[in-house]
């Protein structure tokens, strides 16, 4: 017994020896591995007539074509992280919707990114079109309806997914991002203390999210086909109509002098945003591989069909 208890303990410590070794091994090899900066990796997918187009691993252009990248990821990692997800599936897919959700959600949120009151800020190109040429006040409100508007897209995009229970925990994780960040800007950027005052806006926030939501499908069900520059039927003129009409209640507040230009270039912009998405693979989304394009190019080539979406 006690030469049986020795070899083990001797085979033990063998076995402890080599996993040392060989996780020392990959350790230093990862170490080694040169992963490029994100502004290198940018640098070349960019392309300057894409209005939506993917970061990670492949460029996709409005047109649907594609340039490969190869990968950066160490290939012992991206073997190990597909091996779980194979193993365990449902309890990975909700990690990586929060956090590639939460990714997406933080690319609709800077579109209209602004400081809080007394805060100064140099607003990047696109929050000035909202702010500036949309003659949006910089209140909250303002930011909030901006950024739904962009995440509406991305819903709609989440419906594609075959997988049902897929697409609930995207949604529900996108969606949670949302309203985490709300109270948040509520308590640092407007000093809102009370939990029961903030949660009262919450809910009013909530409300309007739904009502939001089913305005604009409304439009997108009644749009038959997707926008083309030369030629537009009757049903897509009416689900154009609906559309603008819950974006001017939306964004627009409702207000009876706005301007119907600026309500049309949305409205484009919002139709291209939609069909960038849709030729986008399940893949791309799921990576938050989506950084939406220059409000002002896109309503530039939506009006003059120079990019025409088909």
């Known amino acids: ?10 085979a033990s410590r063998r076995a402890s020896k080599a996993l040392r070794t060989t996780t020392a091994t990959v350790l230093t090899r990862t170490k080694q591995l040169q992963v490029p900066a994100g502004a ?36 012992i990692i991206e073997k190990l992280a597909r091996k779980i997800r194979e193993i365990a599936p449902e309890q990975t897919e909700t990690y990586r919707a929060y956090s590639r959700g939460k990714e997406l959600y933080q690319e609709c949120a800077k579109q209209a990114a602004y400081m809080g009151p007394g805060q100064k800020m140099k607003m990047s190109d696109r929050a000035k079109f ?19 508007l962009h995440m509406w897209t991305l819903l709609v995009r ?26 948040e800007k509520m308590m640092k950027d407007y000093l809102i ?27 997108l069900a009644r749009h038959r086909h997707p926008l083309c520059a030369d030629k537009i039927s009757s049903g897509e003129a009416e689900g154009d109509a609906v559309l603008a009409a819950a974006i001017w209640r939306n964004v627009f507040d409702a207000r009876p002098d706005t301007d119907l230009a600026m309500l049309t270039a949305v409205t484009i912009y919002t139709r291209r945003i939609l069909s960038g998405l849709d030729k986008l693979p399940d893949e791309i989304i799921m990576e938050a591989g989506v950084v939406f394009g220059d409000p002002r190019r896109e309503i530039e080539w939506g009006l003059e069909g120079s990019q025409p979406v088909n």
Do not use: I
């Open 193 to 219: 203390k009370s939990n029961p005052l903030r949660s009262k806006y919450l809910k009013d926030l909530f409300v309007v999210w739904r009502g939001l939501v089913a305005a604009y499908d409304e439009g």
């Open 40 to 75: 290198e990796l940018l640098r070349g997918l960019h392309t300057s007539n894409t209005p939506l187009r993917a970061t990670h691993p492949t460029s996709v252009d409005v047109q649907g074509a594609a340039t490969g990248v190869g990968t950066h990821t160490p290939a």
């Open 130 to 148: 909202w702010y500036v040429d949309c003659q949006r006040p910089h209140t909250f409100n303002s930011w909030a309806q901006v950024t739904m």
């Open 158 to 183: 989440f419906r594609a997914y075959p997988d049902k229970k897929k697409h609930d925990v995207w949604q529900q994780n996108f969606v949670d991002h949302f309203f985490y960040d709300a109270e």
């Open 1 to 10: 017994m006690q030469l049986m208890a020795s070899a083990m303990a001797a």
